[in-house]
C-alpha cells in the first residue's frame, strides 16, 4: 500500500491541492506531550529507579522497531521519527512498576515493537495495542516483578535513592532494606483480602490510601489520575481524540461499579476508587483511544469504549487479576474489526442498512424551522 | 438529524473548514481584452458536442451561432469574438484527450458589439418556449458541472416541482466569481431566477449564500426588497445564509443545509420536488435571456500565489490559459514553474497545457508557484492508522479509511459493493484531512474509472 500511496503523492495533478498540514508525527507528538506532567509528576514520586526504568522502556521499544526495519532491509530513521515506537515504549513503560527490574523494561519493549508491531506489519497494521500486549506477557510471565509496587518516595527526600542507587535498583532489583516500601495496591489488597475471607466494611479502613494525587503504590502512569485525567482532556481540546472512548470506558467501569456497591457495599468496592485505581484513566484516555487499534466511527466508539470499561469491572472484581484493564482492552481490540464492519456510518440519502430512503417520505418530510 | 443537532449549528453533518483564501472577494469584476485567438471546442458540457455551422475562413459577429445543438442533450456555441473561422480542428483540452474545437482570429480592429442578438418577447412565452429559449443560449451550469440548464430545469414527467433552489455557496477555497456576480449584478440574478421559476413551474425560489458572504446576502436582499416592490411577479424569492462549510455547494449538502432533507441515493433533487441551480448561470440567463444573445462570456476567478494580479474577470469564452496568465501577471522573483489549476483547490483539475481555453464550466483559474508545488510534492506519506478523520469529515458518510485500504489491495468490487464508493463526488475532504497523507479521493478515482471500464465490457 505505501508504494501505491508514495507514487500518487509525488504527483500532485489530482485534487484536492490543499491539505492539512498535520502528520502522523505531530499526532505522536501530541499524545507523548500530553502524556509528560503525568510522566514528570510519576519521576518526581518514584525516584530515579522510575526514571532510568522508563528510559531503558523507550529505547528498547525503538530498538526492537530498528532492528525490524533492518531485517525488512527498510531505512530505520524515517520511520524512528514517526514517534509511534517511542509512544508504544512511553505507554508500556507508565504502565509497569516503577522500580521493575530494567529487563522487564526491556523485555517489554522489544516484544512490543518486535512482536505486536512490526511482525503485523508495521504501524497501522497491529491489531493489538501493542503496549499492552506486551504488559500482560510480562504480567503473565514474571508475576512477582510485575505486581512489585511500592509506595510513593518522592525524589527529594532523604530515604529516596540517589542517582547511583537508583540505577542499582534498576539494575540489581530492590535492595533489602528498602523491603518496607514495597506494598500492595487497593486493587490487590482488596482482592486479596476478599479471598482470605474478610470483607471489604472489615478491610477497607486497613487499605493503602487513595488519592486524587497519587500518593499510594502504583505505576507511573495510574497514581497520578488527576493529571493523566488533564491530559486526556488536552488531547480531546486538541481533537486528538474524540470523547466518545474515554467516556463510554469509564461509564462502563462507574456505571457497574455504583450500581453493585449500592447492593452490597461489604462485596464491591465503590466507583470513586474503581475509577482512580489501576489503569482505569490511562486505559480511557490513552490506551483504549489508540487509533490504530479502535474502531473509527462515533457509534463503533461508544460500544468499545463501554466494552472496555464493563470487561475491565468484571476481570477487577470476579477474575483472578486484580486488574483487568489491559486484558479488556486486548479483548475488546479483537473485536474492532467486527465493530468496523457492522458499525458503519449512515450513507446519506440511505438509511442504516445501505437502503436508499424513500422519495416521497422524504419529500413530505416538513422543512425544519423556517416558513417560506 | 440526532437531538445532537439542535445544539450544534451545523449545516449538514461532517465536511471540513478550509482556509478560505477568497483573496478577490473584494475587487469588482473587470473585463478581460479580447485575446488574439480563441479557441472554441465544441464539447464544453455534459451531452453531445455541439456541430459546427460555419466554415474555415468564414468571418463570423460576435455572438454569432458558430455551432448548433446536437440532438438529445446539447447546447449551441456562439462566436465569443467578432473574426474569422482561422480553423476546426483538434487541440488540447482540460479532460486530457485532444478535442475538436473552433478556432477564431479575432479582428483587432471590431468594436466587438454584440450585434447577433435575436430579442424575443418572453413575457408570455410556455415553460417549453422558456426552455427553448435557454437553450438557444447555449446556456450550462456555471458552477463547474457545465450541465445543460434547459435540461436540468425540464420536470420529468409526473414529478413536480415547488422550489427553486439557487446555489450561491461558492464552498471552494480562492473562487469568488460567484460572491462577485452576487454582489454586482443580483438584479439580474432575480431576473433570472423568475425565469427559473416559470421554466420549472416552482412557486418559490430560495437562495443559499453562505454567511462568510454578508455583502452578497446584503445585496440579494435588496434586490428581493425591489421583487417584492413589484409584487412578487413569478414567485416569492428568499435569501438564506447557511454557515459556511466545504462542501456546501455540492448540491446535497445545500438542501441539508437549508431543509434538513437528503436526496435518495440514487435520486434527483426532483424527487424532492426541488430544483437547484447555480447562481452564476441565474445571473447570467437573467442578462441573456431578454436580449436573445448567446453565452459569449463569463466571470472567472484569476487567483492565487503565482499571479500577480488576481481578480474576477469577464473572460470571452475560449480565451487560451496563456493569454489569462500573461494578463495576470507573476509575481516578481518567480521562477518559471507554475501550476495551473482550473477550478478551485479541492475539485480542480491541474493542466498539462496552456494552451487549454477557457470554456463555460470554468469557474476559477488558480495558479500556485513552484515553490508551493515543491512543498506539497515533500510530505511523506504514512500507512493509515485508522485515526477516523476522514470518516469524520466524509459529508456522505462513508468510511474512507476503510475505502482507502480496499484501494490499496485493488478490491474495487467490494469497495462499490460494501462501502457505497458509489456515492462519493470526489469532495476530497478525505485527503484534506488525512494526517498519513494519504491520497485518498485520488485512488477513489482510479477505483471508479476501473469499475466503469469493467461495467462498459
Known amino acids: 500500500m505505501s508504494a501505491l500511496s508514495r507514487t500518487s503523492a509525488a504527483a500532485p495533478v489530482a485534487a484536492p491541492h490543499a491539505s492539512t498540514s498535520g502528520s502522523v508525527t505531530a499526532v505522536m507528538a501530541t499524545v507523548m506531550l500530553a502524556l509528560t506532567p503525568a510522566t514528570l509528576y510519576g519521576f518526581w514520586l518514584y525516584g530515579w529507579p522510575s526514571i532510568y526504568l522508563w528510559l531503558i522502556t523507550v529505547a528498547f521499544a525503538m530498538l526492537g522497531e530498528a532492528v525490524c526495519l533492518r531485517l525488512m532491509e527498510r531505512r530505520a530513521v524515517p520511520v524512528l521519527f514517526d514517534g509511534s515506537a517511542m509512544l508504544t515504549g512511553w505507554l508500556l513503560a507508565v504502565s509497569l512498576p516503577p522500580w521493575a527490574p530494567w529487563w522487564i523494561g526491556a523485555l517489554g519493549g522489544l516484544f512490543a515493537t518486535m512482536l505486536c508491531k512490526q511482525a503485523f506489519g508495521g504501524l497501522g497494521q497491529n491489531l493489538f495495542n501493542p503496549a499492552m500486549v506486551a504488559r500482560v506477557a510480562l504480567l503473565i510471565s514474571f508475576p512477582v516483578q510485575m505486581t512489585a509496587w511500592v509506595a510513593p518516595l518522592p525524589i527529594d527526600m532523604a530515604a529516596a535513592p540517589g542517582p547511583i542507587s537508583g540505577l542499582l535498583v534498576t539494575l540489581k532489583g530492590i535492595p533489602q532494606g528498602l523491603d518496607a516500601v514495597s506494598s500492595a495496591s487497593l486493587l490487590g489488597f482488596a482482592k486479596t483480602e476478599m479471598s482470605r475471607g474478610v470483607d471489604l466494611l472489615q478491610s477497607l479502613p486497613h487499605a493503602p490510601s487513595l488519592s486524587w494525587l497519587g500518593s499510594r503504590p502504583g505505576s507511573l502512569g495510574e497514581t497520578a489520575s488527576w493529571l493523566i485525567a488533564a491530559g486526556g482532556l488536552l488531547l480531546i481540546v486538541r481533537r486528538v481524540i474524540s470523547w466518545h472512548i474515554p467516556v463510554a470506558m469509564l461509564a462502563g467501569i462507574a456505571v457497574p461499579a455504583a450500581l453493585l456497591h449500592l447492593v452490597d457495599p461489604a462485596r464491591y468496592l465503590d466507583a470513586t476508587t474503581h475509577l482512580l485505581s489501576g489503569g482505569a484513566m490511562l486505559g480511557a484516555f490513552f490506551i483504549a483511544t489508540d487509533y490504530v487499534t479502535s474502531p473509527n466511527t462515533a457509534r463503533?466508539?461508544?460500544?468499545?469504549?463501554?466494552?472496555?470499561?464493563?470487561?475491565?469491572?468484571?476481570?477487577?472484581?470476579?477474575?483472578?487479576?486484580?486488574?483487568?484493564?489491559?486484558?479488556?482492552?486486548?479483548?475488546m481490540n479483537s473485536l474492532t474489526p467486527i465493530i468496523d464492519r457492522y458499525v458503519k456510518p449512515r450513507v446519506y440519502g440511505r438509511d442504516r442498512q445501505g437502503v436508499a430512503l424513500d422519495a416521497p417520505a422524504m419529500a413530505a418530510r416538513p422543512i425544519v424551522g423556517r416558513e417560506y | 438529524m440526532n437531538f445532537?443537532?439542535?445544539?450544534?449549528?451545523?449545516?449538514?453533518?461532517?465536511?471540513?473548514?478550509?482556509?478560505?483564501?477568497?483573496?478577490?472577494?473584494?475587487?469588482?469584476?473587470?473585463?478581460?481584452?479580447?485575446?488574439?485567438?480563441?479557441?472554441?471546442p465544441l464539447s464544453q458540457h455534459i451531452g453531445k458536442p455541439a456541430l459546427p455551422v460555419v466554415r474555415v475562413g468564414e468571418e463570423v459577429q460576435r455572438g454569432q451561432l458558430i455551432a448548433r445543438a446536437d440532438d438529445g442533450l446539447s447546447v449551441p456555441h456562439h462566436a465569443p469574438a467578432t473574426g474569422v473561422v482561422e480553423a476546426i480542428e483538434l487541440r488540447p483540452s482540460a479532460r486530457g484527450p485532444w478535442a475538436p474545437a473552433i478556432v477564431i482570429r479575432v479582428h483587432p480592429g471590431s468594436s466587438q458589439e454584440d450585434l447577433c442578438a435575436n430579442p424575443r418577447d418572453l413575457a408570455k412565452a410556455s415553460s417549453d418556449e422558456l426552455r427553448q429559449a435557454i437553450r438557444d443560449s447555449g446556456m450550462v451550469g456555471l458552477g463547474g458541472a457545465a450541465f445543460p440548464t434547459y435540461a436540468k430545469l425540464a420536470i420529468p414527467a409526473g414529478a413536480k416541482a415547488h422550489t427553486l433552489v439557487v446555489n450561491g455557496c461558492e464552498c471552494e477555497p480562492y473562487l469568488t466569481c460567484d460572491h462577485r456576480v452576487m454582489v454586482e449584478e443580483a438584479d439580474d440574478l432575480i431576473a433570472g431566477i423568475r425565469y427559473g421559476l416559470r421554466a420549472t413551474g416552482a412557486v418559490r425560489a430560495i437562495i443559499g449564500v453562505e454567511d462568510n458572504k454578508p455583502a452578497a446576502v446584503?445585496?440579494?436582499?435588496?434586490?428581493?426588497?425591489?421583487?417584492?416592490?413589484?409584487?412578487?411577479?413569478?414567485?416569492?424569492?428568499?435569501?438564506?445564509?447557511?454557515?459556511?462549510?466545504?462542501?456546501?455547494?455540492?448540491?446535497?449538502?445545500?438542501?441539508?443545509?437549508?431543509?434538513?432533507?437528503?436526496?435518495?441515493?440514487?435520486?434527483?433533487?426532483?424527487?424532492?420536488?426541488m430544483v437547484v441551480n447555480n447562481v452564476g448561470t441565474l445571473a447570467a440567463l437573467g442578462r441573456l435571456l431578454p436580449s436573445g444573445r448567446g453565452l459569449t462570456e463569463r466571470v472567472v476567478t484569476i487567483t492565487g500565489p503565482g499571479v500577480s494580479r488576481p481578480g474576477d474577470y469577464r473572460v470571452p469564452l475560449g480565451t487560451p490559459l496563456r493569454f489569462i496568465l500573461d494578463y495576470a501577471g507573476a509575481p516578481a522573483g518567480m521562477n518559471d514553474a507554475r501550476q495551473v489549476i482550473l477550478g478551485g483547490p479541492m475539485m480542480g483539475q491541474a493542466l498539462p497545457s496552456l494552451d487549454i481555453p477557457i470554456t463555460k464550466g470554468v469557474s476559477g483559474v488558480l495558479v500556485f508557484r513552484g515553490e508551493d508545488l515543491a512543498q506539497r510534492e515533500n510530505v511523506t506519506t504514512y500507512p493509515c492508522i485508522k485515526c477516523g478523520e476522514c470518516v469524520g469529515a466524509c459529508p456522505m458518510g462513508l468510511n474512507p479509511s476503510q475505502?482507502?485500504?480496499?484501494?490499496?489491495?485493488?478490491?474495487?468490487d467490494a469497495m462499490a459493493e460494501g462501502y457505497f464508493l458509489g456515492e462519493c463526488f470526489e469532495c476530497g475532504c478525505c485527503t484534506y484531512v488525512c494526517p498519513s497523507n494519504i491520497p485518498l479521493v485520488q485512488q477513489f478515482r482510479v477505483a471508479k474509472q476501473v469499475l466503469r471500464e469493467k461495467s462498459a465490457k
Open chain 1, 300 to 331: 463503533g466508539q461508544l460500544i468499545f469504549g463501554a466494552g472496555c470499561g464493563v470487561l475491565t469491572y468484571v476481570i477487577r472484581t470476579w477474575a483472578g487479576y486484580p486488574e483487568g484493564v489491559a486484558f479488556a482492552v486486548l479483548l
Open chain 2, 4 to 40: 445532537l443537532s439542535y445544539f450544534r449549528n451545523e449545516a449538514f453533518e461532517r465536511g471540513i473548514h478550509p482556509p478560505s483564501c477568497k483573496l478577490t472577494a473584494d475587487t469588482p469584476i473587470r473585463r478581460l481584452p479580447f485575446a488574439p485567438r480563441l479557441v472554441v
Open chain 2, 218 to 273: 446584503a445585496a440579494i436582499k435588496a434586490a428581493i426588497a425591489r421583487h417584492e416592490a413589484a409584487g412578487q411577479p413569478d414567485g416569492a424569492i428568499f435569501v438564506e445564509a447557511v454557515p459556511t462549510k466545504y462542501p456546501q455547494g455540492s448540491e446535497k449538502m445545500l438542501l441539508m443545509a437549508l431543509f434538513g432533507v437528503e436526496v435518495p441515493s440514487g435520486k434527483l433533487p426532483i424527487s424532492l420536488g
Open chain 2, 403 to 412: 475505502l482507502g485500504m480496499l484501494a490499496a489491495k485493488r478490491e474495487y
